[in-house]
């Protein structure tokens, strides 16, 4: 908080809070869910071969309670190249458990979510608001960032990047003539 340089006994002013921005953390959308990757390079004979008939028996074998209702990330971490047909099988044996499955790495898949958890923000609270996106967020990427300018800007009256002590100025909604 800050004085206003009076030196009588006024009461510590806090004028970012006083100034009526809305601060925004990308980090509030995220959830602690474990994203468990399913990397079909486990799978891979010499490396590069898929076997259909070893494949089918090895997702047989799977134990489902790993599985069951959880967030996966199906990747291959080779450069092999995967059939058509073992992404299918993949995706059918986990969608039998109620798992929720994306494509990509953990790390592409936790953006993935993100992205969806901005595409399905409230916007009501930022109708005509002045908005600061918080910088030092441990989930902002230009992804998200970029998503979350798309989402925001039709309602915002001005959008800033950085800090509420500090920020760049993004967006100013033009006054209509």
Not at 4 to 23: F, M
Not at 42 to 69: M, P, Q
Not at 82 to 89: G, N, R, Y
Not at 98 to 112: D, H, M
Request: glycine share 6%; with cysteine.
């Amino acid at each position: 908080m800050i004085n206003d340089g009076d030196s009588s006994d006024a009461p510590l002013r806090n004028r970012v809070e006083e100034s009526g921005l809305i601060a925004f953390d990308l980090s509030r959308l995220v959830t602690d869910e474990i994203i468990k990757p399913f990397d079909l390079a486990g799978f891979l004979e010499s490396g590069f071969v898929l076997k259909e008939k070893t494949f089918r028996s090895a997702l047989s074998e799977l134990d489902e309670a790993n599985w069951t209702a959880s967030v996966v990330a199906l990747h291959c971490s080779t450069d092999a190249i995967i059939p058509d047909w073992a992404w299918m099988l993949v995706t059918s044996k986990l969608s039998e458990l109620n798992a929720l499955i994306y494509f990509g790495s953990p790390t592409e898949v936790k953006e993935q979510r993100l992205l969806e958890a901005i595409d399905q923000l409230d916007l009501n609270p930022f109708e005509d608001g002045r908005i600061v996106i918080k910088g030092c967020s441990e989930v902002t990427s230009p992804k998200g960032l970029a998503r979350l300018i798309q989402r925001l800007q039709p309602s915002a009256h001005s959008i800033f990047y950085g800090e509420p002590c500090s920020t760049v100025p993004v967006y100013k909604r033009r006054k209509k003539s």
